[in-house]
């Protein structure tokens, strides 16, 4: 078995950053891109672009690229974003906890597309509190039942988020209280007939969902 290093790519220059930043659009044959489209393709995390030009808006203009008017961040985006920074604080994000990793996105762009930050915040609930399409596949219809997706939609994660109040289920660690990473997590696991339903859905510390495994608990 051999180790290989992830590349350490701090000491990238504005050069390089924007190459790739332009390489991908190119590839895409657009003028202007989301951070998650750059996220899946490009050789650098957004947020290391983000540090670098201040903006995501000002990726672009640096990088000479013509942004259009129309451009504008998909809300199901914005609100995935909101997600992590809240899944990793462990709490409700302040204002300020969105100019730092891991958010992606300036406090300053949910303020305006919202009216204020706390008007986002409040969106957000809204957008979280609705159904999503596939949440309500998993009631029978007919003799027989169709299952949930194994996957868990953003807006499940938020929910579940929301309810647990970012606390591990089993053992009570919330990024607050130390460091740690919480995961979404099926109570009777999907390959053991476990629905991707919020009443089976829990919020696990990294450690607790590691050491749960496919049991049910």
């Known amino acids: 078995m051999k180790f290989h290093l992830k590349p350490d790519n701090r000491g990238a220059s504005d050069e390089e950053l924007l190459s790739d930043f332009k390489r991908i ?9 989301t951070s ?11 947020r290391t672009l983000i540090n670098r030009f201040g903006t995501w808006q000002n990726v672009h203009l640096v990088s000479g690229m013509r942004l259009s008017k129309r451009y ?3 809300e199901e985006e ?12 462990g709490e409700q994000p302040n204002y300020g906890d969105m100019s730092r990793e891991p958010s992606v996105f300036s406090p300053q762009t949910y303020a ?3 009216g204020g930050w706390r008007k986002a915040l409040v969106e957000f609930v809204r957008w979280a509190d609705q159904t999503d399409s596939e949440e309500g596949l998993a009631t029978p219809t007919s003799v027989t039942k169709k299952r949930t997706p194994r996957d868990i939609s953003w807006r499940l994660r938020a929910k579940v988020l929301l309810r647990d109040g970012a606390t591990c289920k089993l053992c009570g660690v919330s990024p ?24 089976n859905l829990q919020i696990l510390c990294e450690k607790c969902n590691i050491g749960k495994g496919d049991l049910i608990a």
Do not use: M, Q
């Not at 659009?25 to 891109?33: A, E, P, V, Y």
């Not at 489209?37 to 995390?45: M, P, S």
């Open 25 to 33: 659009c190119g590839s895409l044959n657009k003028d202007g891109i």
């Open 36 to 46: 998650s489209e750059y996220a899946k393709l490009g050789r650098f995390a957004p």
């Open 72 to 74: 504008a961040i998909p």
């Open 78 to 89: 914005l609100f995935r974003n909101l997600v992590e920074v809240w899944r990793t604080l």
């Open 112 to 114: 305006r597309r919202y």
């Open 176 to 199: 607050r209280s130390g460091e740690t990473r919480l995961h979404v997590d099926h109570v009777i696991p999907y390959s053991k007939g476990g629905e991707t339903e919020i009443e």
